[in-house]
């Protein structure tokens, strides 16, 4: 698609702005003017085919309904521009879509699971791991204490008692 330069103002009863935020999933979001005022609209008002994103520049025809500012006739005028992820430490929730900060469950000090704080559905179980993890002390200190003995066994033996 190819997009108009940014330097034209906006035809007449047109105003220009950028999108505030846009939601794929519903298709739905805000436009913010260059007064700073907001305006709902829909996937359907938009020209074209590419999908809007946050930050791109727009020129659109306001409009108002029962609850209140909407734009129709969106044109996509720029592409949104780039953005580093930043890495801030939360983790993509696959049930949900989103990236969130987990709420780990701990147990006696031990991490029993992680969960979502915006669905509440398991993240990651740590569990297995930590029963594999007292099995295997478990076994290290039957072992210990089997060493123990036979040493105690062979200093008796060598004592003559």
């Not at 309904?65 to 929730?93: I, K, Y």
């Amino acid at each position: 698609m190819q997009m108009k330069d940014r330097t034209q103002r906006p035809t007449a009863g047109r105003r220009a702005g950028r999108v505030k935020w846009f939601s794929e999933e519903s298709g739905k979001g805000y436009l913010v003017d260059e007064e700073g005022r907001d305006y709902f609209f829909k996937v359907s008002d938009v020209r074209g085919y590419e999908l809007p994103r946050r930050g791109m520049q727009i020129e659109f025809l306001p409009s108002s309904n029962a609850r209140g500012a909407t734009a129709c006739d969106v044109e996509l005028l720029s592409p949104a521009p780039e953005q580093r992820a930043a890495d801030d430490g939360r983790v993509h929730c696959h049930h949900c879509n989103s990236r969130i900060f987990p709420r780990l469950v701990v147990y006696r000090g031990v991490a029993q699971r992680s969960l979502c704080t915006r669905c509440g559905q398991e993240l990651a179980d740590y569990t297995p791991g930590y029963a594999l993890g007292m099995m295997l002390g478990m076994q290290m200190l039957q072992a210990s204490h089997a060493v123990k003995n036979a040493a105690r066994a062979i200093r008796k033996f060598l004592a003559g008692g």
